[in-house]
């Protein structure tokens, strides 16, 4: 099965700073990636997802890169705000997916953001 | 539209008791999944269901915990006996293909 191993564990940032979250993936079939940002106490919520035929995605503030050769993927978050402050999670498909969304997914165990004021 | 639903939001049973959770997914996803998530940790896929089918439930342990999703809608986790190592947030996600993941508010489990 997919193996997703999620770095770093915590990262402490200026507000207005960048943060950088990476993630590696074990199966090259996998072609889909979400990005999911976790308050305390609360659901995981998708915030940006890419899928393989492409290699980066923007949404405002927040973007994902893709290395598919590497079998890398990062979430990018620029001009940080006390907001982001959360624990976000990478993830993959459980098993080779061809469309994305149906399968299981593996999640990466998560990397807690602290935007210091 | 409505989200994914849960109940209970919290339980606290003894050792050795069954509980059940439920969900409701959202309205015309026929994918449902069952994940576990410890504290601090990420969730981990239990059981994924294409309606009423259980196309995968390689991760979930037979022994105590059962699913179903009898008319390809909603659908309930138990676990009979409950033990300790059982406390952790249960949640519950529906998805539509080529749509992400919608997860629901979870139940939070805890076995004393």
Known sequence: ?117 | EAGVVQSPRYKIIEKKQPVAFWCNPISGHNTLYWYRQNLGQGPELLIRYENEEAVDDSQLPKDRFSAERLKGVDSTLKIQPAELGDSAVYLCASSSQGKGYTFGSGTRLTVV
């Open chain 1, 1 to 117: 099965g997919e193996n997703v191993e999620q770095h770093p564990s915590t990262l402490s940032v200026q507000e207005g700073d960048s943060a950088v979250i990476k993630c590696t993936y074990s199966d090259s079939a996998s072609n889909y990636f979400p990005w999911y940002k976790q308050e305390l106490g609360k659901r995981p919520q998708l915030i940006i997802d890419i899928r393989s035929n492409v290699g980066e995605k923007k949404d405002q503030r927040i973007a994902v890169t893709l290395n598919k050769t590497a079998k890398h993927f990062s979430l990018h978050i620029t001009e940080t705000q006390p907001e982001d402050s959360a624990v976000y999670f990478c993830a993959a498909p459980s098993r080779a997916s061809t469309g994305g969304g149906a399968d299981g997914l593996t999640f990466g165990k998560g990397t807690h953001l602290i935007i210091q004021p």
